[in-house]
Structures are given as C-alpha cells and as structure tokens.
C-alpha cells in the first residue's frame, strides 16, 4: 500500500464549518470571561476549561487528523488527555496543601551550618 491510500481529504465546507465551531466557542469564552459574576471562582475556571477542551478536541479530531486515523492513533491523543488530567490532579493536590513549618524545621537565620562544627 501506498501512503497516498491512508490520507484523507476532507472538502473545504467541512475545514470551514470546524472554523465557525471555533470561533463560536472563542466569542463564548470571551462572553463567559466577562459576564462571570466573580471572574476568579472555581466556576469561572471550570467553564473556560470545558470551552477550551472543547476547541482542543476539535482541532485534534479535524485539523490533526485524529479523527480519521487508526485506532491506536485515537488512543495516543486521549491517552495525551489522560495524562494531562493526571498532572493537573498531581498539581491540584501539591498547591493545596498548607506550608505549615513543622516541629524540627530549623530557621533560616542557621543555615547553612559549617560542616565540622557543634553549636
């Protein structure tokens, strides 16, 4: 098989209709960022999130060919999906954690120790 056989032409109205789903979906975030009642809630963020999932997925379906490519081609980008989510809970958990000193941490002020040396 040539590798003319694998490669899929899509027809310009489907490339255009792809477009205006993105730019519908960039005026919505733009809407969404500005009619948001508190712009820096967790609700805020989880809707531009959705939008911007959303447009990610349809240029990885359509313009990145995803679409129409074999099986393990669509496992590869939701796996890429699958581990971005994982990072995203990682750091989720790491920045919500409190800095609090614990008993045994030592104060700035005596660092760093010379080696050799009792206090």
Known sequence: MSNAEHTH????????????????????TVVAARLAPIPDTMFANFVAMGIAVAKAAFV??????????TKLTK?????GFV??????????????????PVVGWEDA??????????E
Do not use: Q
């Not at 032409?9 to 919505?28: Q, S, T």
């Open 60 to 69: 990885i379906s359509i313009f990145m060919a995803v679409k129409f490519s």
């Open 83 to 100: 581990w971005l989510l994982l990072i995203g809970g990682i750091l989720i958990d790491y920045y919500s954690r409190p800095w609090e």
């Open 75 to 79: 496992l590869f980008a939701l796996g």
């Open 109 to 118: 002020s005596s660092l760093p120790r010379t080696p050799g040396v009792d």
């Open 9 to 28: 032409i899509l027809p310009v109205r489907h490339l255009m209709a792809n477009l205006i789903k993105l730019m519908i979906l960039m005026v919505l």
